[in-house]
Structure formats: structure tokens, C-alpha cells
């Protein structure tokens, strides 16, 4: 059961929406007391690090950027790896701007591009569609931070980047490549920032189709809480079973 370094989702393992998870919240900052490293792989791609670092701050968890990997870095990564100095025209906010320009990449308004990357945009056009899909039928690669069709808001379930993408594809007739949980690129990279190998490392999460299957599909151990979208009965109806689970962090040794 021991691991050397964990990797942990957010809504639904460390908060419900701005109520921390008491247990979730004492388990990290026992990590950071003992010097385990962790990080916190969300699919959100419209917020920085530094944001999201200091969301968890405000609730009591020990964070900085430097534990927090975004869909939106992920991508950034991925194709500064495949391409670097790649010329990028993105759908997006702040977030996914800031990870491409970090990146060494150019991101560009235009219907030529090496990439077409779209994430959550809650400002999206009919033109930005437009030239993403333009660009797509001039040879852009495109590439999709997340497949999420819908994100849990306090008005409920609002539109994700998924069905944004959808509409790409659709016009397009071209599949994007996915970057984001619960595909599995994000835990090499994870493992690469992590420092760790893939064996070393658990997955903590509380949605089975996301984060358990990201773990499982990426080669490390998963660790299912009972604490948000899934609860035992169905995870134990899927074929493909996380390696533990518990009802709360509050019973995980380290």
C-alpha cells in the first residue's frame, strides 16, 4: 500500500464545490509534513496554477503552483515535445494561453497553424469556431485539453469543454486528440514533474470514468474515495477495478 508520491483529483476528493473535505485536506498537509510529494491533475484548462493553488490555499491545504498540473500545462507539454516553437491557435481562456506561451509556443489568431487546442471558453464565438476549424482543414492537429461534456457549477450542470469540441469535430469531420483525464498523457507527465516512477505513484479520486480509469489506463495505482460522483456499488459493478478504496482519506496509512 506504501507509495513514494500521489496524485490527486480536486471537486469531489479535495472539495464539494467551496466546502473543503476535512480528511482529504489533513491527509495532504500530512504529506507535505512528512515530505511526500503530490500533485493535484485537474482538467480544468481556463484557470493558472497559481489560481488553483490558491483556491486550495484559502481552504486550508498546503499548495503552491508547483503542485498543481492543468489540463492546460499537460497540452502545453505534450506539444512543446512534439514540436517545439510550434505556431498554436487556441480556443480558451487565460489559462491555456499562459501554459502555451510558458511553453516556448506561438499562439496565433489566424486559420494557419501547426495546432489547433481548444479548452473552456466561456467567451466562445462563432468566429473563434470558425478559424479553429479553418486552420483544422489546413493541416492543424488538433487537439482537445478535455472531453468533459459538462462541469458541475452552482446553477448545475453547465456545457464543457467536450461539447465544445464536439462542434469542431462534427464541422470538421476530424477526431481531436485528448489530453486530459481520463486519457492517459497526463500521467507521464505528472510522473515527470512528480520526479517518481509510475510504480511509485497513486491516483486519488472520487469519479471512476475520470480518475480511476486515468490511473489504471496510465500505468499506477489507484485509490477510489467514496467522497463525491461515485459510490462503492457502482465501482464494484465496472470491469475494471481500482487497485484500493475507502469510504475517507482519514483511513489511508501512509
Request: glycine letters at 10%; one cysteine or more.
Amino acid at each position: 500500500m506504501k507509495a513514494k508520491g500521489y496524485l490527486f483529483d480536486l471537486d469531489g476528493t479535495m472539495y464539494h464545490g467551496v466546502q473543503p473535505i476535512a480528511e482529504a485536506v489533513a491527509f495532504v498537509n500530512q504529506l507535505q509534513e512528512e515530505k511526500i510529494p503530490y500533485l493535484f491533475v485537474t482538467n480544468n484548462a481556463s484557470m493558472t496554477p497559481e489560481a488553483v493553488a490558491l483556491r486550495l490555499q484559502e481552504m486550508g491545504v498546503h499548495c503552491t503552483a508547483e503542485n498543481i498540473l492543468t489540463s492546460a500545462m499537460a497540452t502545453a507539454r505534450y506539444i512543446r515535445e512534439m514540436d517545439p516553437g510550434a505556431d498554436v491557435y487556441m480556443i480558451g481562456e487565460e489559462g491555456l494561453r499562459l501554459a502555451l506561451e510558458d511553453e516556448g509556443l506561438s499562439v496565433v489568431d489566424g486559420e494557419q497553424a501547426d495546432y489547433v487546442v481548444i479548452g473552456l471558453d466561456r467567451q466562445i464565438t462563432y468566429e473563434k469556431l470558425a478559424k479553429g476549424a479553418l486552420a483544422i482543414r489546413n493541416g492543424a492537429r488538433f487537439l482537445s485539453t478535455n472531453g468533459d461534456i459538462a462541469i458541475p457549477t452552482e446553477r448545475g450542470l453547465l456545457p464543457g469543454n467536450g461539447a465544445l469540441t464536439s462542434v469542431l469535430r462534427v464541422t470538421t469531420e476530424k477526431e481531436p486528440f485528448f489530453i486530459g483525464k481520463p486519457e492517459p498523457v497526463m500521467v507521464d507527465i505528472a510522473a515527470e514533474m512528480i520526479g517518481l516512477d509510475k510504480e511509485d505513484l497513486i491516483m486519488v479520486g472520487d469519479n471512476y470514468h475520470t480518475d480511476i480509469l486515468f490511473g489504471i489506463d496510465g500505468g499506477i495505482r489507484t485509490l477510489h474515495v467514496n467522497s463525491g460522483v461515485h459510490g462503492p456499488s457502482f465501482v464494484r459493478e465496472q470491469e475494471k477495478q481500482p487497485t484500493y478504496m475507502v469510504e475517507s482519506l482519514a483511513e489511508w496509512t501512509l
